[in-house]
């Protein structure tokens, strides 16, 4: 079946280290998303990408870094540098924004 | 720049009634689209139906409808015959004209009684 696969389902990070959330879809879907969602929020978009190589920040970028080497990939990195990632992560594809799958998300939490 | 409001934070609502979830909607944009997601407490996002700005009838699928009112810049959700299984987060989403993201609103908590 396809679908949208992220690992793990939870996460926890020290201080100072960074972690790298998987996504893995084998829908053939050119673009893929990642969003946070706080307790209780919406969803807020991180970075997306629409094609292999490229990638472009969305309202909350800073502390995030992406790379897209393959169409099936897009692996978030919470680095350091954000400095309150406890949150869910999901993750999304869509092929020309006519319909999202969305993973089962990923649960961060620091300790 | 596309903005969502979703101004009910929770509603609580008896087995078997109908139930309205309000989404208002900002844009500049001639063409857009216009989601519903429903999201249980294990995180995942379902999706339950669409409209785009062109389309001339109210989208429906099986028990939800889409109450498209485009000079209000409203798209309010309707389910029917309410289930104990509808409880869940409901989140409304737009995505704009040349756009492939999706900006979603605050959602709103839908707790159905028995």
């Known amino acids: 079946d396809g679908g949208i696969t992220q690992s793990p389902k939870y996460l926890f990070r020290k201080e100072g280290q960074n972690v790298t959330l998987s996504c893995e879809q084998n829908?053939?879907?050119?673009?893929m998303y990642w969003y946070r969602q706080d307790p209780g929020q919406g969803l807020r978009l991180i970075y997306y990408?629409?094609?292999?190589?490229?990638?472009q920040k969305g309202d909350i970028a800073e502390g995030y870094s992406v790379s897209r080497e393959k169409k099936e990939s897009f692996p978030l990195t919470v680095t350091s540098a954000q400095k309150n990632p406890t949150a869910f992560y999901l993750c999304?594809?869509?092929?020309?924004?006519?319909?999202?799958?969305f993973g089962s998300g990923t649960r961060l939490t620091v300790v | 720049a596309q903005k969502i409001t979703q101004t009910q934070p929770g509603m609580f609502v008896q087995e078997k009634e109908a139930v309205t979830l309000d989404c208002t909607y900002d844009?500049?944009?001639?063409?857009?689209?216009l989601f519903w997601y429903k999201q249980p407490s294990s995180g995942e996002m379902i999706f339950l139906i669409y409209?785009?700005?062109?389309?001339?009838q109210n989208a429906t699928e099986g028990r939800y409808s889409l109450n498209f009112q485009k000079a209000r810049k409203s798209a309010n959700l309707v389910i029917s015959a309410s289930q104990l299984g509808d409880s869940a987060m409901y989140f409304c989403?737009?995505?704009?004209?040349?756009?492939?993201?999706?900006?979603f609103g605050q959602g709103t908590r839908l707790t159905i009684n028995p």
């Open positions: 999304a594809s869509s092929m020309g924004g006519s319909g999202y799958t």
């Open positions: 829908l053939n879907h050119d673009a």
């Open positions: 990408s629409q094609i292999v190589n490229d990638f």
């Open positions: 844009t500049s944009d001639q063409s857009y689209g």
């Open positions: 409209q785009g700005s062109y389309d001339e």
């Open positions: 989403a737009m995505r704009g004209r040349g756009a492939q993201k999706l900006v």
